[in-house]
């Protein structure tokens, strides 16, 4: 557990050459001062990537308390990107 009460986060992200932000972060602080941020990267272009970063950071729990969970918190995230990555891409 953190002595610290009090935590601040900043995030930036730049879109770079692309035209849309494919980049998502995610940060969570809980009342007992533990924290759970994550930073999913894009997929480089990919029609889909942007959905797949955003599934991937919604599908971390609040809190993980082992590494049993942590293990299990990204599988998930995982899956839930794979799942949205691997659909077929229409042209936009």
């Known amino acids: 557990m953190f002595s610290n009460s009090h935590v601040d986060i900043a995030t930036r992200a730049e879109v770079g050459p692309r035209d849309r932000q494919e980049d998502r972060v995610r940060e969570v602080v809980n009342p007992d001062g533990s924290w759970v941020m994550a930073v999913a990267d894009g997929l480089g272009g990919h029609p889909f990537g942007d959905e ?5 950071v919604d599908a971390l ?8 969970e942590m293990a299990a918190a990204f599988d998930a995230a995982n899956a839930a990107a794979w799942g949205l990555a691997s659909r077929d891409a229409k042209p936009e």
């Open 52 to 56: 797949a970063a955003q599934a991937a």
């Open 61 to 68: 729990p609040e809190r993980i308390s082992s590494s049993v």
